[in-house]
């Protein structure tokens, strides 16, 4: 049983290794579009883990709360590039979404700010 | 004694908040814009969605899509960019639906001259705030509808409100925040009133491999207004080649190579269509002139000459 679950995670993981390369692969020696008209000293590219897959983006988008249908077709619309950058900095990325005159830290910095001036005082 | 060694931590504070407030100073832009542009431009008829809660994402991309003659509700667009842990709408997801619905996103340039452009060339802006009177990281949508140079003003729909009033130095800031984050949704037929050539051809090469016909209409629609702009021809050639027509792309890439005698990767581009064309001479010459040129992409136009060597 061990042994056959050993084979699976292999096999899964070549499959994986093997759609990545054939992603790479897949223009021949063609100059992609993309890459023609990037900066050659693209700063982005360097830094984005070449290893991510589309899978994994899927993953941590499911993790926020959206449906496996919902994520796949968002994923669908990013550019290989684009999509890990989703991946690898979501929790840093700006998402737009509240509307209020007095955030929840100017709250809580309000507070920290009475609190030590009565401490001080 | 306890209270006098808080001090340094409440100094500390002070700095945090006011730092916050200082960092980023508003551009000194008003000098720099172009002279041609109107003194009040105020956008007629553009749909108004009141924001529900959270939902600034989905109610102003339904702004500019609704504008640019897309019929969506921010209720049809909440599940593709509404990220509900998040509480709010990744960047990234918005550019997504933009292109779901044929149009193009283009992020403008970090400037106030490229926001009054656009204005004045009728496309509402998108635009990613920083709000809050104080130190804040509340991330908000909303769209610019209209600003006027004697007054200093900007006209925007955001959240609630129809027509917020702010001034120039109040808006940028909050806009400066978010790295003055820009985006007008316009069909590939028509190109933003602001583009730059690189910056538009970028941003469609882009989203070439998910939506290859609308970049294939950006692209056309780019070389009418460059003709002989490189990355459209170039663009042009691979979508032709990837839906295996190598003559339609041989004659994209001469094209690109003849306007352009110094761009490798057309020629490079160029061998590959030759070669597929069973044109062996052809490929051979065309590879010869991009290794003659050099440049980033030597190696696989080195990998082009294996190829093609390879060939019977």
Not at chain 1, 16 to 36: K, R, S, V, Y
Not at chain 2, 158 to 184: C, H, I, N
């Amino acid at each position: 049983m061990k042994n056959n679950n050993f084979i699976a995670n292999t096999l899964m993981a070549l499959l994986c290794m093997g759609m990545l390369a054939a992603t790479t692969l897949a223009h021949g020696e063609m100059i992609g579009t993309q890459q023609a008209v990037q900066a050659s000293d693209s700063q982005d590219k360097s830094t984005i883990d070449r290893f991510i897959t589309r899978e994994d983006v899927q993953k941590k988008l499911q993790d926020m709360g959206l449906s496996a249908v919902v994520t796949a077709q968002r994923i669908a619309l990013l550019n290989d590039d684009e999509a890990r950058a989703l991946a690898e900095k979501i929790n840093a990325m700006p998402a737009g979404g509240n509307f209020s005159s007095l955030s929840t830290n100017d709250i809580i910095i309000l507070m920290l700010g009475a609190i030590l001036l009565v401490l001080i005082l | 004694m306890r209270a006098v060694s808080l001090r340094p931590a409440f100094a500390a504070l002070l700095m945090l908040v006011l730092a916050g407030c200082t960092t980023l100073r508003p551009q000194a832009q008003e000098a720099a814009l172009p002279g041609s542009l109107p003194a009040v431009v105020r956008l007629a008829g553009v749909p108004f969605f009141p924001q529900q809660e959270y939902q600034c994402g989905p109610a102003a991309l339904a702004t500019t899509l609704s504008y640019s003659g897309v019929a969506v509700s921010p209720q049809d667009l909440a599940p593709q960019v509404y990220t509900p842990a998040l509480k709010g709408s990744l960047q990234l997801d918005l550019i997504g639906s933009a292109r779901r619905h044929d149009r193009i996103p283009y992020r403008i340039a970090p400037t106030q001259a490229a926001l009054f452009e656009e204005l004045a060339g009728g496309n509402p802006v998108l635009v990613l705030q920083e709000v809050g009177p104080l130190v804040s990281t509340e991330w908000h949508y909303a769209v610019v509808v209209g600003y006027d140079r004697t007054a200093g003003e900007v006209i925007l729909q955001s959240g609630p409100e129809r027509a917020l009033r702010m001034t120039w130095p109040d808006f940028d800031r909050s806009w400066a925040r978010g790295e003055r984050w820009g985006l007008v949704t316009v069909p590939p037929d028509r190109l933003p009133a602001s583009a730059s050539q690189r910056d538009y051809l970028r941003q469609v090469a882009a989203l070439e491999p998910v939506r290859p016909a609308l970049a294939h209409a950006a692209y056309r629609a780019s070389l009418e207004r460059w003709p002989d702009n490189l990355g459209a021809l170039l663009g042009l050639g691979n979508l032709a080649y990837a839906r295996h027509d190598p003559e339609l792309a041989a004659t994209y890439f001469q094209q690109a190579a003849h306007a352009h005698p110094d761009a490798g990767d057309a020629f490079n581009n160029l061998a590959q269509s030759e070669l597929a064309l069973g044109r062996k001479a052809q490929a051979q010459a065309a590879i010869h002139k991009a290794l003659s040129l050099g440049g980033p992409h030597l190696n696989t136009y080195r990998k082009t000459q294996a190829e093609i060597n390879a060939a019977p």
